[in-house]
């Protein structure tokens, strides 16, 4: 598995390629914003994407996202509670109409297997940030959107949002893997579970 990460959007987003090098297939996680640019990249590589994985709702995770669907015919994967977030967009930041994407292909749930693109994907649901957040686990990364950061955690002010929530799923479900598991996150540097363990503030 190969990954490529692009920046996109206003608020600086982590969009990442999972490419399987042997086939030039490739899922995509998180189209936040700059569908068209993301396109670009996709066709500059030749790869065929199979799979539309989104970690959670917000807006700057899913605004590209009618540009890629339409542009690469792949099923949108979101979890459960965040489905309507998909349907009914509106904007946290930005005054405007709410925005239609179009309904999930797929609705995620907690330790679902995922194969596409010849790569195989654990989803884990982790609420705290969202409702409906999810991790999606491929080989010895973890694509965590804004569950975890690099010394950091999402924030919980937005609605759906749940403090006490977004610990409890860090702990259970993200602490408890190897140190040298790499954490690819929504915004800002990649880490590793090892590191957070020791060194992230929120989780001492
Ligand atoms: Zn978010």
């Known amino acids: 598995m190969k990954i490529r990460l692009m920046e996109v959007g206003p608020f600086c987003t982590n969009c990442y390629l999972a490419e399987n090098e042997e086939t030039k297939h490739a899922v995509l996680i998180d189209p936040g914003d700059d569908g068209d640019r993301i396109m670009d990249v996709i066709k500059k590589y030749g790869l065929t994407i199979d799979a539309i994985l989104l970690t959670h709702g917000h807006e700057d995770h899913i605004g590209g996202l009618k540009e890629v669907r339409e542009g690469t015919g792949a099923k949108v994967y979101i979890g459960e509670g965040d489905a309507d977030m998909l349907t009914h967009a509106k904007s946290m930041f930005f005054p405007g109409p709410v925005r239609n994407y179009g309904a999930a292909d797929v609705i995620v749930k907690d ?5 596409a693109a010849g ?5 884990l649901t982790t609420p705290g940030h969202t409702r409906g957040g999810v991790c999606y686990v491929a080989e010895e990364a973890v694509f965590c959107g ?10 919980t002010d937005l609605p759906g949002g749940n403090y006490g929530q977004l610990l ?3 702990k259970e479900k993200i ?5 040298d598991v790499t954490l690819l996150p929504g915004h800002g540097p990649a880490t590793n579970v090892g590191w957070e363990r020791k060194r992230n503030p929120f989780l001492q």
């Open 175 to 179: 602490l408890p893997m190897a140190d």
């Open 146 to 155: 804004d569950t975890i950061f690099a010394e950091s955690v999402g924030r």
């Open 111 to 115: 330790n679902d297997e995922i194969e």
């Open 119 to 123: 790569l195989k994907f654990k989803a």
């Open 168 to 170: 409890k799923s860090i």
